[in-house]
């Protein structure tokens, strides 16, 4: 009877072979949300109806339903912010999205020469320059990233939830909670006054990436938490050990995303489900899911499989 971790807790597994509803049912993950398996390598996404080895100490974890490689969907509307905004409270659940989204122009772009050593030469540079101005950036993407619904219903809502204390300490909270994780390295760097972003200069990529170690950022949109970050950016288009490239590194942004490729950051083409069961739902305590530690777990399961 092999003990093994679902979201922290300790849990004995019957048999050594086992199914993923068994699994699901131990930590109470509900059918919607991806179920993830940990591990030194990367993030492993567990199919729904395989059965699956466990063995002493694996660690399974739950994150939202995600998108990968897709293109602008339909704006947000009001009904989206209300029903986030119930689930936020716990007052409801969000409802099924019947909506279907058009693939992302330029998802599989044709492979480009990569100056693996040109970039090298150019990272120091890119890196002050963005830290410098990482400000001034931010701002002018959030607002191209805002949500827009309708402005006369807009007004109270927002002005309630996204007061900017409240967003600030929200983010603030969350990244000195997530910080110590990364504290072995490089640590993690943000703008104290006005946490927009997050960055993270010494990221350990899965096994399938040519490079050990990337620099990640997050960009933190104005309806955060509500709105959870549009896709994560790379530093450098990096290959595959296959020697091909990952195509929903995309490079330029889309789907409302800030688009910092002139910066020398290259998006990550991935989001978030919201409103769906299994999609994004943050509380309103900021050390409970759905929070940042929730979007790590998807970058990194996003990084780790093909699909």
Request: one cysteine or more; proline letters at 9%; glycine letters at 8%.
């Amino acid at each position: 009877m092999p003990m093994v971790k679902i979201n922290g807790r300790e849990v004995y597994i019957p048999d050594s072979t086992t199914t993923v509803d068994e699994i699901r049912q131990a930590g109470n993950i509900g059918q919607q949300r991806n179920l993830i398996m940990r591990t030194r390598e990367g993030n492993y996404l567990v199919p729904k109806g395989s059965p699956v080895n466990v063995n002493e100490g694996d660690q399974f974890i739950d994150a939202p339903a995600r998108i990968k490689g897709v293109g602008p969907g339909r704006p947000y509307t009001f009904d989206d912010i209300f029903f986030a905004v119930l689930g936020f409270f716990g007052l409801k659940d969000s409802p099924q999205s019947k909506d279907t989204v058009q693939p992302m122009p330029g998802t599989s772009p044709k492979p480009t020469p990569f100056q693996a050593e040109a970039e090298d030469r150019q990272s120091t540079i890119l890196d002050n320059e963005m830290l410098t101005a990482a400000p001034q950036i931010v701002q002018s993407a959030i607002r191209q990233a805002n949500v827009p619904v309708n402005p006369q219903k807009q007004e109270s809502l927002v002005s309630f939830l996204f007061r900017p204390e409240n967003r600030q300490s929200r983010i603030y909270n969350e990244i000195m909670m997530i910080a110590p994780n990364f504290s072995k390295h490089e640590g993690v760097c943000f703008d104290e006054e006005k946490p927009d972003w997050l960055m993270i200069p010494k990221y350990p990529l899965p096994a399938k990436w040519q490079n050990r170690w990337c620099k990640l950022m997050i960009i933190f949109p104005q309806g955060y938490p509500i709105t959870p970050p549009i896709g994560f950016y790379l530093n450098r288009k990096f290959k595959l050990k296959t020697g091909g490239l990952d195509h929903h590194l995309t490079g330029k942004a889309y789907d409302n995303a800030p688009d910092l490729l002139a910066q020398g950051w290259y998006w990550y083409c991935v989001r978030m489900e919201q409103n769906s069961a299994g999609g994004w739902k943050p509380g309103s305590d900021y050390r409970k899911p759905d929070n940042l530690w929730t979007f790590l777990t998807m970058v990194r399961e996003s990084l780790t499989n093909d699909y």
